[in-house]
């Protein structure tokens, strides 16, 4: 019997209209345990490098983490994996919502879409019944509306829908797949599933998902809640109300917007408004919030309430997850109502809600600049409002300018000219990022800016505190309770850590504590990604109810399978080398691992290569970020470094040729 | 009747819609409580507690498996709530021939809460441990009962499904399949 997973995957060739239930191998799981892990396995296996995103022999994978279906508080993530139209490397995007417990409970822990349909089509999984069904009347429809209507036509309230907008059917490079109160956004994930003809898939399950030790696995579960519990009480002190509690950011439930208002840039990731947050502004938001917000909302099994059902005037209700709400108001340079209000729409034609502000913004900024005039432009309004509505409809729609504005900032700027590549300054690997300016170089923000195989700041940071804490007495209290670290000498980094002196940044954290931080924040990523945790109960947070030493038992009372902390963060390894293995079989290199190029006023070269030195060797990396043939056969990755020797990727007598860091680079 | 009185503690669980955020926690607590060997199987399909969810329209209703019932009711009525729109089923507990609710999916077999009982008993029902939001609260009352009454006793869980199998195929028939297992042919 197998535990935790269903041990069936469901393949389907929408080419063909061919359906399959594929029993899977049951080792897996011990080498890269699930979610992100098997499918990054998949698409290592079955798609060549030279794969376009848009080919039918590009796969799109809807994988569940290990965990989810079991009783795990927040065991809720979706895994969606294929490779992005954008970026052209791995996009794995997330979404939590309630779509892979019930796909457990049908009995599969995967679905694997290949091919293209001819025409626009559903998935509809129900239990052991799944059939390929026509969604030609839902062309266009909205996100939400196509999940409603579904429902509706199947009669099954309860069944569990991911779906795509207008965005994804026309292949917006930023198309998200909704989900209820959530949806996996980033990297174009959308574009694809729209590629393929595929509107949306339907789950409804009622089978049993079993665990191999219940007592021991439900007492696990009971810790985590009485922590969870016990954190609500106890808010961190010293940071920011939105980082001083668990879950995702608490962004329905707080007003105090301070910190992100008068920190992150506004507009196209320019204009820091220090002084933006006054009295009044407060008042008025608050009240906005209050009158916009009808209820908060959980994802499965989890208490935490990050999204809210969401009542803006003059526009239909919707769910809102965290963030959201700020992208499209700073972007703009408006008001909370507007972000409320527009996100309603956004949310229906379903787009990526970082990368969709920002793509507008840029627009207007290159109209401001003359590089897109009126003629570019016919018929747009006066107001800030009214262009993003009305850049929103075209971009969705491929219309007009819209068409090229619908690939992203990197690509539109390069297909715009005229200067426009100048305006493109806050992309990495040619995708947007979080809007942040700042002065000094921050080395542990530099390594996850630059190395992160998501692309997102956001999916790699946390557990350890983003700035240093201004007295030693407020660290010491810190440190105090602080059991999730792997070590304790992760505690005395921070101790020593300074806002100001000698034991400050860019110089401190020293190079190799930099590396061991960045390392920890990472594993607990991909270790959350394969067991389909959410990262708000786990590795966002300060102080999670998850951590390196817990998560061994957990993991082997829910599956039989036994994992010390050794064999976990090995798993872990494993599963992030194999990523960059697919990604660099798809050209990464060394000078695609950058920050955004302004992100930091004051760069320092020597540095940075030092630490992309560094870093590559503490992660079995040679100096082109390529993973050494050493490090490959000690994880069993064996088949990889195979498939580099005979592409030439590595040779047997490896003498890598000196790296060059993207700093150095702009220098010359 | 002019029976003994007696004191009798009733477990009360309060639902309070406006504060469920939909989490379904309530549903995996239940349903693996009850799994058997307990805690091993998780399935929400066999929980004892069913939140019926319509987030769009603002609908959270969680609701308890009460009685079985071998007919569903003639009418369907509508309840209009602060501009919401409920079906009466909505808040109906019954395992009804109308709907899959509170039905085991393999058997069809009732389903219906027995308040976690247990040896040793739990200090709360186990969903209303799992609801963090405090949706679920739990309540013992002190009531005087009717003697005679009580000793009528309350339908296990066999009796609950052995009458909805009469229910379904028939008195005769089901005494003639338990004749032939007897049997052992
Ligand atoms: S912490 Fe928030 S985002 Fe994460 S599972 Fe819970 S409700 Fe969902
Ligand atoms: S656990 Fe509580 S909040 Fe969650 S669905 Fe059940 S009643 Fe609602």
Redesign the pocket.
């Known amino acids: 019997m197998r535990y935790a997973e269903t041990g069936f995957n469901l393949e389907i060739d929408l080419s063909r209209g061919n359906i399959e239930r594929v029993a899977t191998d049951p080792r897996l799981a011990e080498l890269y345990l699930g979610g992100l892990g098997t499918n990054a396995k998949i698409l290592w296996d079955r798609v060549p490098p030279d794969t376009d995103p848009f080919s039918p022999d590009n796969l799109l994978i809807f994988g569940t983490g290990l965990l989810c279906g079991t009783p795990a508080i927040?065991a809720?993530r979706t895994i969606v994996s294929t490779f992005s139209p954008q970026t052209g490397l791995m996009a794995y995007s997330m979404m939590?919502?309630f779509w892979a417990p019930e796909l457990k409970f049908a009995g599969y822990d995967k679905v694997i879409i290949r091919g293209k349909s001819p025409k626009l089509v559903y998935l509809w999984i129900n239990n052991d019944k799944v059939e390929i069904r026509d969604a030609s009347h839902l062309k266009g429809k909205g996100a939400q509306e196509t999940a409603d209507l579904i429902r509706h036509e199947l009669k099954e309230s309860k069944a569990q829908v991911a779906s795509i907008g207008l965005a994804g059917e026309n292949k917006v490079y930023f198309a998200s797949i909704e989900q209820g109160r959530?949806s996996a956004s980033r990297l174009g994930i959308g574009a694809v599933m729209g590629d393929k003809g595929l509107k949306a898939i339907v789950v409804r399950g009622t089978k049993e998902v079993n665990t191999a030790r219940p007592v021991e696995f439900f007492e696990h579960c009971s810790e985590v809640l009485k922590y969870i519990k016990w954190r609500d009480d106890h808010p961190i002190k010293g940071v920011p109300p939105i980082l001083s509690g668990?879950?995702?950011p608490q962004e329905m439930a707080i007003y105090d917007e301070e910190w992100h208002t008068t920190n992150f840039t506004w507009g196209n990731a320019r204009h820091r408004r220090r002084d933006f947050w006054t009295k009044e502004v407060e008042e008025k938001w608050k009240k906005t919030q209050q009158n916009a917000r009808v209820r908060l909302?959980?994802?499965?099994n989890?208490?935490?309430?990050?999204?809210a059902l969401i009542s803006a005037p003059g526009v239909p209700k919707y769910m809102m997850?965290?963030y959201s709400k700020l992208t499209y108001t700073m972007a703009a340079m408006s008001d909370l109502d507007f972000g409320f209000k527009i996100v309603q729409r956004a949310t229906e034609y379903g787009v990526d809600a970082f990368t969709t502000p920002q793509v507008m913004a840029f627009a207007l900024e290159l109209y401001e600049a003359g590089i897109l005039t009126d003629k570019d432009l016919p018929g747009m309004p006066a107001d800030n409002e009214g262009r993003f509505y009305w850049l929103l409809d075209r971009i969705v729609r491929r219309e007009g300018i819209g068409d090229i504005l619908a690939n992203g900032v990197y690509h539109a700027a390069r297909q715009i000219g005229k200067g426009a590549e100048e305006y493109d300054h806050n992309t990495i690997k040619k995708h947007e990022q979080l809007p942040l300016k700042l002065g000094m170089l921050n080395p542990i923000y530099f390594l996850m800016y630059s190395t992160g195989e998501k692309i997102n700041i956001t999916q790699i940071e946390g557990q350890f505190p983003q700035a240093p804490f201004a007295t030693r007495e407020e660290r010491e209290e810190f440190v105090k309770d602080w059991f999730q670290v792997p070590d304790d000498r992760f505690k005395q980094y921070f101790l020593d850590w300074d806002p100001r002196g000698e034991h400050s940044i860019p110089y401190y954290p020293t190079i190799e504590a930099t590396c061991e931080i960045v390392d920890w924040q990472e594993k607990m990523h991909y270790i959350d990604d394969a067991l389909g945790l959410?990262?708000?109960?786990s590795s966002f947070p300060l102080k999670p109810p998850y951590h390196i030493h817990n998560l061994p038992g957990i993991i082997s009372s829910a599956t039989g399978i036994d994992f010390d902390e050794a064999k976990l963060s090995q798993a872990a390894r494993r599963n992030r080398t194999l990523l960059r293995a697919i990604n660099v079989r798809r050209g990464l290199d060394r000078k695609d691992d950058s920050p955004p190029k302004d992100h930091w006023r004051n760069r320092f070269p020597e540095l940075e290569t030092k630490l992309l030195d560094e870093y590559y060797k503490f992660k079995g990396w040679n100096n082109r970020g390529i993973p050494t043939k050493e490090s490959l056969q000690e994880l069993g990755l064996g088949y990889v470094k195979e498939d580099f020797l005979r592409r030439g990727i590595l040779t047997e007598n490896e003498a890598a040729p000196p790296g060059e860091t993207p700093a150095e680079t702009e220098k010359k | 009747m002019a029976g003994e009185k007696k004191k009798k503690i009733v477990k009360v669980i309060k639902i309070d819609t406006d504060k469920c955020n939909g989490?379904r926690a309530c549903e995996v607590a239940c349903a693996i409580f009850h799994s058997k060997p307990q805690y091993s199987g998780n399935n929400p399909a066999k929980s004892r507690i069913a939140v019926l969810r319509d987030p769009i329209k603002d609908i959270f209703v969680p609701v308890y498996a009460g009685e079985y019932t071998a007919s569903e009711c003639t009418g369907r009525n509508k309840y209009v709530i602060d501009g919401r729109e409920f079906d009466e089923c909505d808040w109906c507990k019954a395992s009804c021939p109308s709907r899959s609710l509170f039905k085991e999916p393999d058997s069809g077999l009732p389903l219906k809460c027995d308040m976690c009982e247990s040896d040793p008993p739990l200090e709360e029902p186990m969903c209303v441990q799992w609801c963090l939001s405090d949706a679920l609260t739990y309540e013992e009352r002190e009531v005087e009962v009717d003697e005679k009454e009580e000793e009528k006793k309350k339908p296990g869980e066999m009796e609950l499904g052995l009458e909805s199998l009469v229910d379904k195929y028939g008195m005769e028939k089901l005494l003639d399949a338990i004749a032939r297992m007897s049997r052992g042919d």
Do not use: H, I
């Open positions: 927040g809720n939590g919502g959530s668990l879950g995702s909302l959980s994802c499965y989890c208490p935490m309430e990050c999204g997850k965290c959410c990262a708000g109960l | 989490c």
